[in-house]
């Protein structure tokens, strides 16, 4: 498909435990981003990285970080998962600055937190 | 960050031309216009962007007004598979190296 995928595409894990959801692209495209979507908010940005090692923080960053150490790997990290993190999270990448226009979004990762 | 207004909902019949409108009378001289859609069960996809003028592609084309303050995505012959939400978005670039803010978007049905 379009070069983008995320792991695991669901999850169940319990109040209290770290989570880690990865996304990997093969487009070598420079800026990732992480959203998360719940009813009634659309999708709302967590992080985003324009580069390698290279993050930065977006609406709603709490309880959240990231890291990429590689231009194909972005992985998001809920330290101590709660309740209020269960969500559908969707990476998404951009060729910006390769003049490839628009986003291209992963099919998403359904986290449940119980 | 200029903000956009779109309907709730919309409804439309198959095989009909659809416009699905947009507000954006706050924005800025070098604000794109992005919209964006989402299948169910899916992520969101790129349908079309544009600056001033209106833009065609495969999928749709792009009405800007004159001033800039609303914009029209037309879907010309809309299909079962074109039920979507549609997002309307304002983007200081071509939309990659600025992050998008996307809103709830406008659910469009599809009737057959």
């Known amino acids: 498909d379009a070069g983008i995928t995320q792991s695991p595409r669901h999850k169940v894990t319990e109040t209290g435990t770290p989570v880690t959801l990865r996304c990997h692209q093969t487009e070598n495209h420079r800026y990732m981003y992480w959203y998360r979507q719940d009813p009634g908010h659309g999708l709302r940005l967590i992080h985003y990285s324009y580069g390698v090692k290279d993050t930065d923080k977006g609406e709603v960053s709490d309880g959240y970080s990231v890291s990429r150490s590689k231009t194909e790997d972005f992985l998001l990290t809920l330290e101590s998962a709660t309740s209020s993190q269960t969500s559908v999270y969707f990476c998404?990448?951009?060729?910006?600055?390769?003049?490839?226009?628009?986003?291209?979004f992963g099919s998403g990762t359904r986290l449940t937190v119980v | 960050d200029a903000k956009t207004t779109q309907p709730n909902s919309m409804e439309s019949n198959e095989e009909e031309p659809v416009h699905l409108p947009c507000n954006h009378s706050t924005i800025s001289g070098t604000d794109y216009i992005h919209w964006y859609r989402q299948l169910p069960s899916q992520g969101p996809e790129y349908v079309i962007h544009g600056l001033t003028s209106n833009v065609n592609n495969r999928m749709a084309s792009l009405a800007i007004a004159e001033d800039r303050k609303s914009s029209t995505l037309i879907l010309h012959r809309a299909t079962l598979r074109d039920a979507a939400v549609y997002y309307c978005i304002l983007g200081g670039t071509q939309g990659g190296s600025e992050k998008l803010v996307f809103g709830k978007g406008m659910k469009l049905t599809v009737n057959p």
């Open positions: 998404a990448i951009s060729g910006a600055s390769q003049g490839i226009y628009g986003y291209t």
